[in-house]
């Protein structure tokens, strides 16, 4: 068996913009931060979780209580739970296909692996078609860091599905994925276009695509990865 693990926001999901939107919208309500800085590729830990960290130390000099991030979580996922109704969120084109064939595939598993926390993450594969339940997980509720995420989302994929792996590839569109995949020695697909493809291959993707509208290419390219590890 060979495990596929994927990110989900701006990979599965198309929600980069509004989990943006109300991250920030939230770390203003709820902690009086402004003037954020949304380029989530110069924090330490691009997840919800080290984000919300990194800034609420940097802006009161001390780490964030249990209860300060709960507040701002329960905050960040209500305002998510708001747009979503109010206009429903689409996935990435191919992505309802591809995955339903990986999960009924002989020779395939799938497991996710996200920086947003596990409630904000229901809703977006939710409201796009998508069920987050039906694939081992792990959150940024498990870690700060992308790299015990995707240590967490392996483990959990042998225990769900009962047997090891011989091989693992992960599929995300931010060079945070591609940096947490170099150090873990995965092989890293990216999803993007125009400049944002450039700069996954500069950052080690072996293979970068727009989306999964052709996903007999993209499973051809699985297969090709897996047999080369």
Do not use: N
């Amino acid at each position: 068996m060979h495990l596929v693990m994927f990110d989900i926001d701006g990979t599965l999901t198309e929600t980069m913009k509004v989990d943006e939107e109300c991250f920030v919208r939230s770390l203003a309500e709820v902690c009086g931060f402004t003037d954020v800085e949304t380029d989530w590729s110069t924090y330490k830990h691009a997840t919800d979780s080290g984000i919300f960290h990194e800034i609420h130390l940097a802006r009161t000099g001390r780490s964030p209580s249990v209860a300060k991030v709960s507040r701002f979580r329960e905050h960040f996922v209500a305002l998510l739970a708001q747009a979503s109704i109010e206009s429903a969120f689409v996935p990435i084109a191919g992505a309802r296909q591809l995955l339903f064939g990986l999960t009924g595939s002989s020779k395939h598993r799938v497991s996710l692996a996200t920086g947003a926390w596990r409630d904000s993450a229901r809703i977006k594969m939710a409201s796009a078609g998508l069920s987050f339940d039906d694939h081992p997980a792990a959150s940024a509720d498990d870690a700060h860091d992308r790299e015990s995420i995707i240590r967490f989302s392996m483990q959990r994929a042998v225990e769900r599905y009962a047997a090891p792996f011989v091989s693992t590839v992960f599929v995300g569109d931010g060079i945070w994925d591609a940096r947490a995949c170099r150090t873990l020695g995965i092989p890293f697909i990216g999803i993007g276009s125009g400049e944002r493809a450039a700069r996954l291959a500069l950052e080690g993707a072996v293979r970068v695509f727009p989306d999964y509208s052709d996903t007999d290419l993209f499973v051809e390219s699985l297969d090709e990865i897996t047999q080369a590890v």
